[in-house]
């Protein structure tokens, strides 16, 4: 950094700016208060949790480079490769302002507005959410409409089952995705399907549909996710989430999800082998809940939020037996971001 500063200061490049090159500069904080109770669990699980520690760094290197770096400050490090705890590490070129090309530490072009969110700002997410390894290497190209309303791209990464669990899966499997983001009046889209290889020239399809109706006063998207392994697994392994939010004023509001997911295929997902690791070989998976967020200053640096929520397992074990597992969730939590860059622009 410090050499970076001493090439990036105005006296060194007159058309390059410090803040050019670091227009963003950030830390973000969240830490959670939690209550689980379970119908099969002798006691309550509670406690408070640091969720979330994360660093960026970002900004425009000139001549149509820019870069991107967003790590989660951890105590353990990564358990496969020294990138396991970047999330992204990236270097963006715009020969154009059509044409957008990207290499480096990226998340999988995935649709669905779930997905898309920033993990500080996700609550009770889908099994697929949770379980995805979704922060691989990648190359991309995108082309985006002179309106900018419109984004198409065209990615290539790393699959996610290269490194799931410490499963030892094969090295050098790769995901083929492709996306499209679009804005139309009130109507956005976040649509994206891939070929994603979970051994050697053995694939998965994941598509991913993401829709979101936008107003002044609220917004809602439903999320349809699809995954099969063949032509005739199509239909049996599927999650839908949803989510609505109605701002009551520019700091506060009130939101409302609920996700359905369920795998009936007839694989053992609980091996070493398994094909599909986001939901368990015939279960099924529901959850729904009630929350609120609260900026309590204009800057919005601070967030408190609160939420609960149901989860009801359901599923069929060796016996023949039906089973099903409820919980319930509390949480209550906070949110807070050290934004250097706007405090040294001040």
């Known amino acids: 950094m410090a050499a970076a500063l001493a090439v990036?200061?105005?006296?060194?490049h007159a058309q390059l700016t410090w803040s050019d090159a670091f227009s963003k500069f950030k830390l973000e904080v969240r830490a959670d208060g939690e209550y689980t109770v379970t119908d099969t669990a002798a006691r309550p699980n509670l406690g408070i949790h640091g969720k979330y520690f994360n660093f960026m760094l970002g900004g425009n290197l000139g001549g149509g480079f820019s870069y991107y770096f967003k790590q989660r400050i951890v105590a353990n490090p990564g358990t496969v490769t020294f990138f396991d705890n970047t999330d992204f590490l990236y270097l963006d070129y715009m020969?154009?302002?059509n044409w957008r090309m990207r290499f480096g530490k990226d998340a999988m072009a995935l649709g669905g507005f779930e997905y898309d969110a920033s993990p500080i700002d996700v609550y009770f997410p889908t099994n697929l959410w949770r379980n995805i390894y979704c922060f691989q290497l990648a190359a991309s190209a995108a082309y985006i409409t002179d309106d900018?309303?419109?984004t198409f791209m065209a990615?290539?990464?790393n699959s996610p089952y290269v490194n799931y669990n410490n499963l030892n899966y094969d090295a050098g499997l790769v995901s083929y995705n492709l996306y499209w983001a679009g804005n139309i009046g009130h109507l956005h889209t976040l649509w994206s399907t891939s070929m994603v290889e979970y051994k050697w020239n053995n694939y998965l399809n994941l598509t991913m549909l993401g829709t979101k109706l936008v107003f002044d006063k609220w917004d809602i998207y439903v999320d349809f996710i699809h995954h099969a392994l063949a032509i005739n697994d199509w239909g049996k392994n599927f999650g839908i989430v949803s989510c609505a939010n109605y701002y009551f004023t520019p700091r506060f509001n009130i939101f409302v999800k609920g996700m359905y997911e369920q795998n009936k295929s007839n694989e053992n997902l609980g091996s070493s082998v398994a094909l599909d690791h986001q939901l368990a070989a015939g279960h099924t998976s529901a959850r729904y809940g009630l929350g609120f967020e609260w900026f309590p200053n204009e800057e919005k640096n601070v967030r408190l939020h609160i939420y609960g929520c149901r989860m009801t397992d359901s599923y069929t074990d060796a016996a023949g037996l039906p089973q099903s597992v409820e919980s319930w969730n509390f949480n209550i939590g906070a949110t807070w971001t050290m934004d250097y860059y706007?405090?040294?622009?001040?």
């Open 8 to 12: 990036f200061s105005p006296k060194a």
């Open 342 to 346: 706007k405090m040294f622009k001040k």
């Open 148 to 150: 900018g309303n419109h």
């Open 155 to 157: 990615q290539v990464s």
């Open 95 to 97: 020969p154009s302002k």
